[in-house]
């Protein structure tokens, strides 16, 4: 299952933070795969698993299953009216 991680407003209370904790939360400013965290941190996924786990516990992340592609239906809406269109010259 895939899964997207977003950190909360919470600033405060992170200096008892690991620096895995810390480096993960860096990368959490804007909406980001878990997939994506353990690539770039360099540490196995189980490890960002049980990581994101507890920034979750402690209010410093939000995880979320992925929006659906939206962007796909928008993209076939949009080439059918243009192939609806050449087909009407």
Known sequence: MISTVVASRRETGITHLLPEHRAILRLCRSPVSVAEIAARVDLP?????????????QGFVLARAPMPPRAATSEMTLLQAVLDGIRRL
Request: proline share 0%; net charge neutral; no cysteine.
């Open 45 to 57: 996924i189980t490890v960002v698993k049980v990581l994101l786990g507890d920034l979750v516990t």
